[in-house]
């Protein structure tokens, strides 16, 4: 039977689920060192994905806030179903803002005493969840099939 692994944020509401996991990951672990980039590369296509759809979402009132949002990346400190597949995958993609640029980041997105919160991640990751799904999938898909 196929396991799916699920890659979920802190209080995600829903889980980004790649079918036929199993296969895949044991193909993966064949190439060895090059299945770290294959997994960086599909994890960066799902987070281009939200990040596209963050910038559609953003409350735009100068613009400053939309066009601030962009694309980083960091270190995977514990846990997680994929850390424990590969130990040397440790990169994780997020949006979020140029530095010094639009501090009404957050605050727009959980609201304050004065303001009632405007998400735009969060829908941006709960409103794309399939479509970041079947890309991260295809990705991975396309590179094992050319590992063959």
């Keep these: ?79 997680g179903d994929i850390e424990n597949i590969n130990r040397k995958i440790k990169g994780a993609y997020y949006v979020t803002r140029e530095s010094g640029k639009a501090r009404h980041f957050a605050p727009v997105e959980l609201g304050t005493k004065e303001r009632p919160a405007t998400p735009y991640l969060r829908p941006a990751v709960d409103e794309n969840l399939k479509k970041i799904s079947d890309t991260v999938t295809e990705e991975i898909s396309k590179a094992v099939g050319k590992a063959r």
């Design 1 to 79: 039977m196929a396991r799916s692994y699920s890659a979920r944020a802190k209080k995600m509401k829903g889980g980004i689920d790649i079918e036929g996991a199993e296969e895949i990951m044991d193909l993966l672990q064949d190439m060895g060192d090059a299945a770290v980039n294959v997994l960086d590369q599909a994890a960066r296509k799902g987070a281009e994905i939200v990040l596209a759809a963050a910038k559609r979402k953003a409350p735009v009132d100068t613009g400053e806030l939309r066009n601030s949002l962009i694309l980083k990346s960091g270190i995977k400190k514990q846990g």
